[in-house]
């Protein structure tokens, strides 16, 4: 058993079309929904942690790509701008997952590991300098 986290991009043409279902269905394979949403320009996204065999997990990926979905890896989403980084730790309390943390207790020095990252954002806005950017 494998799990992986990834986001689904949805072209607007796509959006009410019921793909994902299709994942348990056709190819016995579990997911969690961390997160969706709709951009003003009617994009969707979509990001979920998929659990099953993992030659079924890549089956399950080649078929919403031949959709028309676009999959990315769900790292890929929220990035650190260390240039604006002020290390004022703000954001490691508040990440749930430990993704945002202290690396050196002397120094103080926050680090961010994009494997534990569930993209829920809850740390963007408490970022003083907005140092902490999604990427779709
Ligand atoms: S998006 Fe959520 S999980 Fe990811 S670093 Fe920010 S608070 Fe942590
Ligand atoms: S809240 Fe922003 S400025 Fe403060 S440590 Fe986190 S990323 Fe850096």
């Known amino acids: 058993m494998a799990s992986k986290k990834i986001v689904l991009i949805f ?3 796509k959006i009410d079309k019921p793909i994902v279902y299709h994942l348990v269905k056709d190819y016995n394979l579990a997911f969690n929904i961390l997160k969706a949403s709709i951009t003003p320009d009617q994009e969707g996204h979509m990001a979920l942690e ?3 065999e993992s030659p079924e997990i890549d089956r399950g990926i080649k078929f919403l790509k031949d959709q028309g979905v676009t999959v990315e890896p769900l790292s ?3 990035k650190v701008n260390w240039d604006k980084c002020v290390q004022c730790g ?7 997952t430990a993704a945002l943390y202290i690396k ?3 120094t103080m020095e926050v680090a961010f590991d994009p494997e534990k990252c569930i993209a829920c954002e809850l740390c963007i806005r408490p970022c003083p300098p907005r140092a902490i950017e999604v990427h779709f």
């Open 11 to 13: 072209p607007k043409e």
């Open 50 to 52: 998929i659990t099953g």
């Open 76 to 78: 890929k989403d929220i």
């Open 90 to 96: 703000a954001c490691v309390s508040i990440c749930p």
């Open 104 to 106: 050196d207790r002397k």
